[in-house]
């Protein structure tokens, strides 16, 4: 299950081209798809770029789908995507889109008129950390440190992230501030359209700390690049074992952010079934296990009516959360 924590200070949430088959590419014969579009509603470098492309990579190599294309899509906080894959449902059949959080989100506050509902749910997939971030050259250390030029400065202690205000990163970095005592209500944040701009943002010195997916932060932490100064896991996470978690330095909160895949509205249901079966097949490879690893991810596999029981539990509990904090 995916968990977000937050209450006053903390509360807890569940929160997660024709297409045909080719030869066997195990023993025990599983099908192999010729082919996925990976339909991406963000940016090169952020959360969502990198789970489709991982997703690709994985099962290209194991041999469960022949070949992969990517295809991003900005724009609208992820509504240009959701719409052109509604609005061209006919010719949209060997597509995925990759979402996540935010498509709750951003149906609540109508950043864009659709939600979930309008979409084919394929599955959940993984779940990833959040994490707040600062530059290399930050005299910003760990959380205490954040918060204490937070209390010396709060207009020039500006946090960014890859999604709009009171989006997911928005959502992050208000629970951590609230954990830490703070109103959130006062924290300065400042939104970018999706994580690599983020990013970008926070190493040219734009903004003093970044809220992002931990998988979004490990390679420019391992190269110097960036402090990882707090994750939102329960443990150090293996892929990050120097970073601290929330918990660890007195901040009681925890989250981890879903992403899976949807297809066009009207998808056939065999084809539907087709996309479950490689996704669940993949789990099984060390071509996943290798993505996974290295990106920091957890395991989450909501397939078909699970997956949308799922995304109802997070949408009303996401919902409440952010009536509380003043979003809707």
Not at 62 to 72: D, F, I, P, W
Request: overall charge negative; charged content about 20%.
């Amino acid at each position: 299950m995916t968990i977000i924590k937050l209450g006053r200070r903390a509360l807890i949430a569940a929160a997660f081209a024709t297409m045909s088959f080719g030869s066997s590419a195990f023993a025990d014969g599983p099908k192999v798809l010729d082919s996925i579009h990976f339909l991406i509603p963000g940016g090169a470098g952020g959360g969502w770029d990198g789970t489709a492309r991982g997703t690709g990579e994985a099962l290209t190599k194991a041999g469960l789908v022949g070949t992969a294309s990517y295809e991003n899509m900005s724009g609208g906080g992820g509504g240009k995507a959701i719409g052109f894959l509604i609005e061209n449902a006919d010719s949209n059949h060997g597509t995925l889109m990759v979402n996540s959080t935010p498509i709750v989100i951003r149906s609540l506050t109508g950043v864009f008129p659709q939600s979930f509902r309008d979409l084919t749910l394929v599955a959940g997939t993984i779940g990833d950390y959040a994490a707040i971030v600062v530059g290399k050259d930050s005299p910003v250390n760990n959380m205490s440190e954040l918060i204490a030029a937070y209390d010396a400065d709060k207009a020039g202690t500006a946090i960014g992230g890859g999604s709009v205000p009171g989006g997911m990163d928005h959502l992050v970095a208000a629970m951590v501030m609230e954990a830490a005592g703070k109103d959130a209500l006062e924290v300065k944040y400042i939104p970018y359209d999706a994580g690599g701009k983020a990013m970008a943002a926070l190493l040219s010195g734009e903004i003093a700390a970044l809220s992002t997916g931990l998988s979004e932060a490990i390679e420019l932490a391992k190269a110097g690049e960036v402090k990882i100064v707090g994750v939102t896991a329960d443990e150090r996470v293996a892929a990050a074992p120097d970073a601290m978690t929330m918990k660890e330095q007195g901040i009681d909160t925890t989250f981890v952010n879903w992403r899976g895949f949807f297809g066009a509205p009207g998808l056939p249901a065999e084809k539907t079934a087709m996309y479950q079966d490689a996704i669940a097949k993949m789990y099984a490879t060390p071509e996943w296990e290798a993505v996974r690893a290295r990106n920091g991810w957890v395991n989450i596999h909501n397939p078909g009516d699970e997956f949308k029981t799922f995304l109802e539990g997070q949408e009303k509990v996401i919902g409440d959360l952010m009536k509380k904090l003043g979003f809707l």
